[in-house]
């Protein structure tokens, strides 16, 4: 679900070059490099409990955490769930499926409400 603007609401802050430029993963890319993942970004918001993604998805974007909580996880073979993070602001998360045959290479669910942009990979 797509954030909705409202008064006082700084989600464009997040689809700036000055913000992606602060991130470890864009800082050494050149201004116009940058531009083009701020050109494709989108601010999203999803509410506690909901799952971003599930081990194994197809991805086809990778998120930036603006604000809030998600955890990753992995699920074993017995069905026990196995937390590998929590991670919130300025955190980047689904981008090693690019590496891995464009596959999620675990769950992600979101702990807190959280924002965030969702960037589709460039190809």
Known sequence: MIANKKEGDDSTQYKSLAFFK???????LSNEEV??????????AYKRGQ??????EEA??????????IKLFN??????????A????DSITGESALFEQGLFT?????????Q????????
């Open 51 to 56: 799952i971003l993604y599930l081990e194994g």
């Open 75 to 84: 699920t074993t073979d017995e069905g026990e769930e196995v937390i590998l």
């Open 106 to 114: 675990s769950g992600a669910q979101v702990v807190e409400d959280v």
């Open 35 to 44: 531009k083009r993942f701020v050109d494709v970004a989108q601010v999203k």
């Open 60 to 69: 086809n974007a990778f998120y930036v955490i603006c604000s809030g909580w």
């Open 116 to 123: 965030m942009l969702s960037i589709p990979f460039l190809f």
């Open 86 to 89: 929590m991670l919130t602001k």
């Open 22 to 28: 602060k991130l470890t993963l864009f800082a050494s």
